[in-house]
T-cell receptor, first 119, second 118 residues
Framework: AQKVTQAQTEISVVEKEDVTLDCVYETRDTTYYLFWYKQPPSGELVFLIRRNSFDEQNEISGRYSWNFQKSTSSFNFTITASQVVDSAVYFCALSEASNYGGSQGNLIFGKGTKLSVKP | NAGVTQTPKFRVLKTGQSMTLLCAQDMNHEYMYWYRQDPGMGLRLIHYSVGEGTTAKGEVPDGYNVSRLKKQNFLLGLESAAPSQTSVYFC?????????????????FGAGSRLTVL
């Protein structure tokens, strides 16, 4: 069965510190997709990144970077030089690949990690 | 562009009352979803739709009904509200299903609807 585990419930850092949010997943499939979403205090969910299981290249986008390792079933998210505006709940999510009629709606979310960045 | 709009944003109900949450998207997306978010539980899928006139059950469908009479709208109904349905409800939409490889499987979320059942 699919499962996403975000073991860190809450993390608190001081501005300019680097912080890594962990995400471990379980899936039966060889083809799947991984996502990260951000939920700031205002409440809306914002898409950050999508990765498919065939692409293990790490990705960097400004202060954000993602480390995807199939060998450890992990898709970790690092914020470099954190800022107060990074304070949010971050969700990792998993979807198995589907053909028509398959699990088109089955995006499994982790329970989220609440990041607090203090000035 | 408005994206995904949910109404109402807040609602307080008494146990046993009924209500409907409306989700509207203006992106011509085929797929629409209703999630609920509870503290410490993440987001859980209630129902979803793969196109106009279709609906399917998600992880936690009991106590809810949905309809997709028009492509742009996805309604979530509570026929007899219970305190266990106190939650924040999120609607989302996507061009393709979440398992598709096209890259159009990214969900766009609404701002959420906070429902309290007393």
């Amino acid at each position: 069965a699919q499962k996403v585990t975000q073991a860190q419930t809450e993390i608190s850092v001081v501005e300019k510190e680097d912080v890594t949010l962990d995400c471990v997943y379980e899936t039966r499939d060889t083809t799947y997709y991984l996502f990260w979403y951000k939920q700031p205090p205002s409440g809306e969910l914002v898409f950050l990144i999508r990765r498919n299981s065939f692409d293990e290249q790490n990705e960097i986008s400004g202060r954000y970077s993602w480390n995807f390792q199939k060998s450890t079933s992990s898709f970790n998210f690092t914020i470099t030089a954190s800022q107060v505006v990074d304070s949010a709940v971050y969700f990792c999510a998993l979807s198995e690949a589907s053909n028509y009629g398959g699990s088109q709606g089955n995006l499994i979310f982790g329970k989220g990690t609440k990041l607090s960045v203090k000035p | 562009n408005a994206g995904v709009t949910q109404t109402p944003k807040f609602r307080v109900l008494k146990t046993g009352q009924s209500m409907t949450l409306l989700c509207a998207q203006d992106m011509n997306h085929e797929y629409m979803y209703w999630y609920r978010q509870d503290p410490g539980m993440g987001l859980r899928l209630i129902h979803y739709s793969v196109g106009e006139g279709t609906t399917a059950k998600g992880e936690v469908p009991d106590g809810y009904n949905v309809s997709r009479l028009k492509k742009q709208n996805f309604l979530l109904g509570l026929e007899s509200a219970a305190p266990s349905q106190t939650s924040v409800y999120f609607c989302a939409s996507s061009l393709d299903g979440v398992g598709y490889s096209s890259g159009a499987n990214v969900l766009t979320f609404g701002a959420g609807s906070r429902l309290t059942v007393l």
